[in-house]
C-alpha cells in the first residue's frame, strides 16, 4: 500500500475515534463545478419550452487535519455557497425568459436543478449552437485561528467570490418552418361556404416529403374547415405553394376578420413524421346575404280569391342564386300557390312574387302578418335560408261594386237571373 493511502486510512481511523468535528480541519479542497442539460438537447425552431439544467459539484476535501486544539471549521472548502445561476444567449438563436436563480449551498459530490424558459427564434437555421451558463457562488479561502487556552479560541474564515461560466450544447433540429406569405378568400361571407387561397412558403432547413397544409379551426371562432386539407407533395427549403381550401361560416359570425391556425404535416428525411409550427392567420369575412320585402301591405277581403303581389331585395352582400320565394298561410288564409321563383338577386337588386290565395268569408277585419322566407344557393351551390320575414296583409270590408259582387244575396239573385233568361232562351228556340 503506497504512502497516500496509508495516510488517508489513518485519517479516516482518526475521524472515527475523535468526536464530530472536535478539531478537524481540511487542509486542501475547493468547489469543481460543472453542468448539463437535463434530457435531450435537440429543439425545433420557433418552440418555447422549459430546459432544466443540472448545476453539480464535484469538489472533494483530499487532506484533513485532526487536532485537538483546533476548532473545526464551519464549512468545508469545497462548499459552494450561495450559489447563483443565470442562463445566457450566447451565439444561439434564443430568447431566455428567466432570470438569474438563487439555488443556495451546494456541498461536494452533490447537485441542484435550475430551470428556465426558452424561446428559439422560428427561423433559427439547424445545428448545434453554445448556451453560456454564469455559476456565481463563495468558497472558503482561509482559516485563521488564535491558539485555544482553557477551551476557548476564535477561528476566522474568510470567503472569496467566484464566477464562472460553462458551456451549454443544444442543437436546433432540421424542421419545415412555415410561413405564409397570402391570403385571399372568394365568396366567404356571412353564414355562406367560401373558398379560402394560402401561399405557403418552407423557410426551414427540412426536405420534407408527403407534406400536408391542414386548417385548423379556432376554438371560440365562428370559421369551419368543409376541405381543410391539401396534399402539398415535397416541400422543399425555399419552396412555394398555393393551397385552395373551402372554409364555412356561422350565420351568427360578423362581417371582420377572424383568426385560423395552418399547419403542415409531412415526413421528414429520415422518414420521421412531424409537424411543422402553427401559422395564425387572418381570413376577412364579409356581409351576410339578407333579404327584406320592401312592398306595401296588400289589401284584400273576406271571401275573395286574391293574388297577392309582394316584393323582395337583397339587402345584402353577395348575389343569391336561384332564390325562391315562399310564403306561410295561415288562418283565415289558404293557398296552393304558396311559392314563387325570384331568380339571381344581386346586393340591391329585386323581384316581384305573385301569391294566390282564398280568404275565409268569416275573416275578421284586421292586419295580418304572414311568415315568408328566402330560399337560395350560395356561389358554392349550398342551399340557404334566409331569416324569416313578416309580409303584411289586411283583410278589410269590401266597398262599392266589390261590395255588391262580394254579397252572397246579389250574387244568389244573379244565378237565378242567368238562370231564368238560359230558361226563357230556351223556350223561345223551341217554340220556333
Same mark, same amino acid.
Given at each position: ?21 472536535? /478539531? ?9 463545478? @460543472? ?193 381543410? @386539407? ?55 369575412? /364579409? ?40 310564403? @306561410? ?39 295580418? /302578418? ?35 259582387? @262580394? ?26
Amino acid at each position: 500500500m503506497d504512502i497516500r493511502k496509508c495516510i488517508l486510512l489513518s485519517l479516516l481511523i482518526v475521524a472515527l475515534v475523535v468526536p464530530a468535528l472536535a /478539531g478537524v480541519q481540511y487542509l486542501y479542497g475547493k468547489p469543481e463545478m @460543472s453542468a448539463a442539460i437535463s434530457g435531450t438537447n435537440e429543439f425545433s425552431p420557433g418552440v418555447e419550452t422549459p430546459v432544466t439544467v443540472i448545476v453539480s459539484n464535484s469538489g472533494t476535501n483530499p487532506i484533513m487535519e485532526v487536532n485537538p486544539n483546533k476548532i473545526a471549521s464551519q464549512d468545508p472548502p469545497n462548499l459552494a455557497k450561495q450559489v447563483k445561476v443565470g442562463l445566457e444567449v450566447g451565439d444561439a438563436p434564443v430568447e431566455i425568459k428567466s432570470d438569474p436563480q438563487m439555488i443556495g449551498d451546494i456541498p461536494g459530490g452533490m447537485s441542484k436543478p435550475v430551470t428556465f424558459v426558452v424561446k428559439f427564434d422560428k427561423d433559427a437555421k439547424a445545428g448545434t449552437y453554445e448556451l453560456p451558463l454564469e455559476l456565481t457562488y463563495q468558497y472558503v479561502f482561509t482559516n485563521d485561528q488564535e491558539d485555544v487556552k482553557n477551551g476557548v479560541g476564535i477561528l476566522m474564515t474568510s470567503y472569496r467570490d467566484k464566477t464562472e461560466k460553462i458551456s451549454l450544447p443544444v442543437t436546433v433540429t432540421s424542421d419545415v418552418n412555415l410561413q405564409v406569405n397570402g391570403v385571399e378568400t372568394e365568396h366567404l361571407n356571412v353564414g355562406t361556404e367560401g373558398y379560402l387561397k394560402l401561399v405557403l412558403e418552407n423557410t426551414g432547413d427540412e426536405h420534407a416529403t408527403n407534406a400536408v397544409a391542414k386548417l385548423v379551426p379556432d376554438v371560440n371562432g365562428p370559421l369551419v374547415p368543409t376541405d381543410g @386539407s391539401v396534399y402539398i407533395g415535397e416541400f422543399n427549403p425555399g419552396d412555394v405553394t398555393t393551397c385552395l381550401f373551402k372554409v364555412s361560416t356561422s350565420k351568427d359570425a360578423e362581417p371582420q376578420t377572424y383568426p385560423l391556425n395552418v399547419v403542415v404535416e409531412y415526413e421528414k428525411a429520415n422518414g420521421e413524421k412531424a409537424t411543422s409550427d402553427t401559422e395564425v392567420i387572418g381570413v376577412p369575412v /364579409g356581409g351576410k346575404i339578407d333579404f327584406a320585402i320592401v312592398s306595401t301591405a296588400s289589401t284584400v277581403h273576406p271571401g275573395q280569391k286574391a293574388t297577392i303581389d309582394v316584393t323582395y331585395k337583397n339587402t345584402g352582400f353577395a348575389t343569391a342564386y336561384n332564390a325562391q320565394a315562399r310564403i @306561410s298561410a295561415v288562418d283565415p288564409f289558404t293557398s296552393n300557390d304558396d311559392t314563387a321563383f325570384l331568380g339571381d338577386l344581386a346586393p340591391g337588386e329585386s323581384a316581384v312574387a305573385h301569391y294566390k290565395v282564398t280568404i275565409d268569408k268569416e275573416a275578421t277585419l284586421k292586419n295580418y /302578418g304572414l311568415d315568408s322566407e328566402v330560399r337560395y344557393r350560395d356561389a358554392l351551390d349550398n342551399s340557404q335560408i334566409s331569416d324569416t320575414m313578416k309580409m303584411t296583409v289586411s283583410v278589410v270590408k269590401a266597398e262599392g261594386m266589390g261590395a255588391v259582387l @262580394s254579397n252572397p244575396i246579389v250574387i244568389a239573385a244573379g244565378i237565378a237571373v242567368l238562370i231564368g233568361a238560359g230558361y226563357y232562351i230556351v223556350r223561345a228556340r223551341k217554340s220556333k
